[in-house]
């Protein structure tokens, strides 16, 4: 067994001999890795953190063939995460702003809702002295992915909620976003226009993504389609530092669309390739984008709002690892 350290996060390489040979690749993890139960090898398998010859595999129930090489990254990862009294970026009459963390789901799965957003929210807003028995209600209106960071919005009732999902559904709603994705774009700035057509993780979906489609000035196409522009903020030899500004609000847009392009999200395990050779990307923890600001006007007073979420540490981090490794390759 082969243990190294890179990104600050521990990984450890074994390879499958006769007595695990046809095993479930969670049972095989398990019984490799002293004090890992099954249940926690699956779980680290479905976040995409293990390898098997250098492909990411997302599915405990695979089978490893002997002499198989097969890599495991060990990230620090909470279930229970906690909203602080420093996550609010904004709280009105109306509307609470949130910076939300990576790992923290927005929606309940499989009927669990104890460990999203809104309870989560409503037991610190008690917790400040600053909850409204008979006036709040707190309403979703729009949504993050679980391993996406950043601005989120919270309506406090459902007047306010109706009229905060008007400005989504009108295109009022300034959004950006930062992302870290594979290579380097031809251009500094670039648009996309294509059909989103969303997945899961272990969905089996095979299907060659769409080709991009010209986008017609002054009408915006309706449908599937979604209209997404990017920037070049920073450039690295291996990655690309962009802000992305999605015009429409498909399900996973950014992500589809930078795959269509060829510069997958950096971690995104359901849309970036699972052929993963260099270990530096192997080590990212999950996919690395991030709501950085959100405008939209308060429905108390209708004032402009504009919140910003610095970048996490782990993308900080990720991102200072890759301009070091860029400096010691000059």
């Known amino acids: 067994m082969e ?60 089978s490893v063939n002997e002499g198989a090489s097969i890599e495991v990254y060990l990230h620090p990862h909470n279930k229970r995460i906690r909203l602080l009294r420093e996550d609010i970026l904004w709280e009105g009459k109306s509307l609470i702003a949130l910076n939300k963390a990576p790992g923290l789901l927005t929606y309940g799965t499989r009927g669990v809702t104890d460990e999203t957003i809104i309870p989560k929210l409503e037991c610190l807003l008690k917790e400040m002295g600053e909850w409204r028995p008979g006036q709040d209600s707190l309403m979703l209106v729009h949504r993050l992915d679980r391993d996406t960071s950043g601005v989120l919005v919270v309506a406090r009732n459902e007047r306010s909620a109706t009229m905060l999902e008007r400005q989504f559904v009108r295109r009022k709603v300034e959004k950006r976003y930062r992302v870290l994705v594979r290579g380097r774009p031809r251009k500094e700035r670039f648009r996309q226009v294509c059909e989103v057509r969303a997945k899961r993780p272990g969905s089996g979906w095979k299907e060659t993504l769409p080709r991009r489609k010209s986008a017609k000035k002054g009408k915006e196409r309706q449908g599937p389609e979604g209209v997404t522009e990017f920037e070049v903020l920073q450039t690295l030899p291996k990655c690309t530092l962009l802000e992305a500004r999605p015009f429409t609000g498909r399900t996973h847009q950014i992500r589809v669309h930078l795959a269509q392009l060829g510069h997958p999200v950096l971690g995104d395990i359901v849309y970036g390739p699972a052929k993963c050779p260099e270990r530096i990307f192997r080590a990212i923890p999950r996919q690395m984008l991030h709501a950085s600001f959100l405008g939209i006007d308060d429905p108390d007073g209708g004032k402009r709002l504009q919140m910003e979420a610095p970048l996490p540490p782990d993308m900080r981090q990720v991102l200072s690892w890759l301009e070091q490794e860029d400096k010691g390759q000059r």
């Open 3 to 62: 243990e190294r350290e890179i990104l600050g996060v521990r990984s450890v390489r074994f390879y499958v001999d006769r007595s695990t040979h046809g095993l479930r690749l969670s049972r095989c993890v398990a019984k490799e890795l002293d004090g890992l139960s099954v249940r926690a090898a699956k779980d680290v398998i479905e976040r995409g953190w293990v390898f098997v010859n250098n492909q990411r595999i997302t599915k405990g129930s695979f």
